[in-house]
């Protein structure tokens, strides 16, 4: 295995994902309890992002936790075909060749999609693989590969004979680019500085006149009413009247309806159901008439007066308003604040539209799903999007599964010439189960599923379902499902329906919901923003004209490339260095805080990559004093103090492993681990060994047993980072586990560490705590006064216990050799001590360092003055707040006591400092300083 001194991520991260893969170390072992999970699949559009790569570490974390559990784990991979964005994708690269999709045809297309499709699934498994994900790809599922498309069919088939699929014309979310229904997902809404124009809609009787305020002057022709409230004294006798729709001479009524607010615009608005969703549902209570004014392609129909037929709506908008003004009919224009839905894919404004389109009657399948949530069966982490999940499923409306796309799970519908519907599995099937005569001419369907209508299906018929496979009855229900809360109505909502509806019991038991990764401004990643990151450029690192490049090619609104170059020249000014893929995790895992949003800085790798380097270095160290040496443990010899103490924080540190997986806490986990790695392990416990391995006042037998105990914590320790920072782990584990006769094939296999139940020796812990305390408090003084750290030095203690001696005597090889100390002298009295000094306090004792010889006067003093000023800010803002009558008495007692212990310790380091800066300054004490 590799002893390579230096840390080298690539060339590991390269050679250990090879190695799990081709060893099978990613399927079952079909041993223990099923543990299994799904990944949300990635769409076929490219590559992954952030978003990706943050969920695939947490749910690998888990993975590989259960696995070193001994738990029979899957993590079920696979992909998604959406629809809506792979067709776009798609129809831009034969655009580039001058192929127009419509003149290929659909068969055709389909094929160019499928080629496409077979190169961004490769791309994305390459990414996942690099990221160290421990997923079965073995099983490699795929939304319209054979076996999910039957399960597709199946549940439309279904829910059509069960009369909870239907086809009726409804209002929609209206894509005029696409010319396709899309979901609420799918539009982005914007507030942009619009405008709000005031209309005079005339009387049919009498001169008189109301005035409508409206944003979307171009669909009066659609309007079939004008509504007030009926409580509006303003326009109480207005009900019941009729008013001519502008430019038309078309008549319609004033009704009341409590839903108008009074307080917008003129208090009256104009309906039009065919082109507003609030509109559309007035209408329907009042049984007005629909009328649409739009094409597909967002153009004004043969439904409007001629001159503005088949314009485009915001051309005819300006159009409408130059003719009302000069009719005198406009009244007023203001400027207006408008929320403007977008299609995320096409950048084209969404219309409410009517028309015809598929739907899933939802009400029907939403008390299982809220049941089985309230009964326990189904949890949230964190529990607040409980109440969410709930809130939404009250209120739900029927879901539109149709898309007029081609990509996609064609609709298992056809229709005969007269129009009727008929639903199966394929032609045959229908003839068969309608009886129809096999003459009768059938037309299928031009329409697509929705993706989400397979993706609801994911969690059981990536595992096999309908059929009854081996598989399907191991791992189903899943256990967890880790996902962004932007989805829990779109994906997990329907999930939990349909897995009930179908399955009879719910998909996953967890639903872990991480927050959204935004970049270190807090704003949302996109492609149009210039702001996205690929993980792997930030594993392997990327210079500032490639990343430029890769941020303003493809973009649908052109014009913003030189913007997004300016905004990454100045926050990538070097481009991106290299990370590593388990530095990025660790970021990941810190970054798991259960908030709403998590802005990603990329500074904060570097922490993360310091740490892979520490803890690389940590055992090689361990690996150079054992590998040619005995490392078995001698029962009978006393273990040592420093040995005793890693191991019970150790043993602590295993116990709280295990709650913050049980609690989905990944940033408390890897805090914890940092910190005990970096802060007790580096910073204090190899320091121990190495005085012990050095110093000859201690046996051959004690430094054995050190080695052993040594090994023993960094193998431990390994095995808990694992899930976190997987490839770093195996290579140093590799190298370890055979020096204490580990013979796993991998740390993957190996169990994760259990809690050993040591008993706690409250006095070892005091002990460690008082030498660390000592030797910080000299380092502090070193830095304070600049002394170098290879500097001998003698102390002085004051005010000390027996104890503070005993200790002294029993860690005088740690004291000597890692706080460079020569002699300790223990005064009795403090005149006994040299004239110039440096002082500070250490527990309850004070620690004086002489420093005649070591120190220039003047620099000392200008550090105690520094340091006193600091004091004094400090002490001058608590005896404010503690002479405050207020605080005394409104603050707990708890909080009063301690800012009072606060005041009492910087009054005692503020007289130390004045007492040094007076033997400093005072000429009758003198200075021995340089002499």
Known sequence: MSTDKHYCPSK??????????????????????????????????GTLHMGHAFQYTLMDALIRYHRMQGHNTLWQVGTDHAGIATQLLVE???????????????????????????????????????LGAATDWSRTR???????????????????????????KKMVNWDPHFKTAISDLEVITENVEGTLWSIRYQAVTGSDHLVIATTRPETLFGDVAIAVHPEDTRYRHWIDQS???????????????????????????????????????????????????LTPDAKLNDQVPSRYQYLDRLVARQQIIKELSEKNLLVDTQPHIVPLPRGDRSGAIIEPYLTDQWFVKMKPLVEPALQAVNDGHIRFVPNHWTKIYQQWLLNIEDWCISRQL??????????????????????????????????????????VLDTWFSSALWPFSSLGWPDNTDTFNTFYPTQVLVTGFDIIFFWVARMIMFALKFTGTVPFHTVYITGLIRDAQGRKMSKSKGNVIDPLDLIDGIDLDTLIKKR????????????????????????????????????????????????????????????????????????????????????N?????????????????????????????????????????????????????????????????????TRYHLLSVVETVLRLLHPLIPHITEALWQQISPLLGKQKNSIMTAPYPQPQQLAQHKSIESDIHW???????????????????????????????????????????????????????????????????????CQHFKIHVPLAGLVDQQTEIERLNKSLKKINQHYQKLDYKLNQTQFREKAQPDVVEQEIKKFSILTQQQQILLDQLAKLTDPHLGSGIGE
């Open 12 to 45: 590991i991260e390269s050679t250990w994902s090879q190695y799990w893969e081709s060893h099978g170390l990613f399927q079952p072992s079909q041993t223990g309890p099923a543990y299994s999970m799904v990944i949300p699949p990635p769409n076929i559009t």
């Open 92 to 130: 831009q690269q034969l655009a580039a060749k001058d192929i127009d999709r419509k003149t290929m045809g659909r068969g055709p297309f389909n094929d160019a999609v499928w080629a496409w499709k077979q190169t961004a699934e490769q791309t994305i498994a390459q990414q996942i693989r690099r």
């Open 142 to 168: 795929f939304t319209m590969d054979d076996g999910l498309s039957a399960a597709v069919q199946h549940v439309f088939i279904t829910l059509y004979q069960e009369n909870l699929i239907y086809r009726g």
């Open 243 to 293: 008013v001519y729709v502008p430019l038309s001479q078309r008549i319609i009524p004033v009704i009341a309806d409590d839903t108008v607010q009074p307080d917008f615009g003129t208090g009256c608005v104009k309906i039009t159901p065919a082109h507003d969703f609030n509109d559309y549902d007035m209408g329907l209570r009042h049984q007005l008439p629909i009328i649409n004014i």
């Open 406 to 447: 081609w990509w996609g799970h064609r609709i298992p519908a056809w229709y005969d010439p007269h129009g009727n519907i008929y639903v199966g599995a394929d032609k045959s099937a229908i003839y068969t189960h309608y009886n129809l005569d096999p003459q009768t001419p059938l037309v299928q369907d031009e329409s």
């Open 552 to 635: 303003t090619q493809h973009l649908i609104q052109g014009h913003l490339a030189t913007t997004i170059e300016q905004q990454t020249r100045q926050e990538f000014s070097q481009g991106i260095e290299t990370h590593s893929a388990d530095a990025l995790r660790l970021t990941f895992a810190t970054l798991a805080t259960q908030h709403r949003d998590i802005n990603f800085d990329v500074n904060r790798l570097g922490r993360h990559k310091h740490f892979c380097n520490k803890l690389w270095h940590m055992a090689q160290f361990a690996y150079r004093q054992a590998h040619d040496q005995p490392n078995t443990c001698l029962p």
């Open 637 to 705: 010899i006393q273990p040592l103090e420093p040995n005793r103490w890693i191991e019970m924080l150790t043993d602590q540190t295993i116990i709280q492993a295990h709650q913050h997986f049980q609690q989905y806490r990944f940033d408390h986990l890897a805090q914890m681990l940092h910190d005990f790695v970096w802060h007790q392990l580096c910073d204090w416990y190899i320091e121990f060994t190495k005085v012990i391995f050095k110093d000859d006042s201690f046996s051959p037998e004690q430094k054995q047993n």
């Open 771 to 841: 030498l660390q305390d000592l030797i910080t408090s000299i380092r502090n003084v070193r830095s304070e006064i600049q002394l170098p750290p290879s500097q001998w030095i003698e102390i002085y203690l004051y005010q000390y216990h027996v104890t503070d001696q005993q200790k002294a005597d029993r860690y005088q090889a740690y004291l000597r050799t890692i706080a460079k100390i020569t002699t300790v002298h223990w005064l009795d009295n403090e005149s006994e001590l040299p004239k110039d000094i440096a002082t500070t306090t």
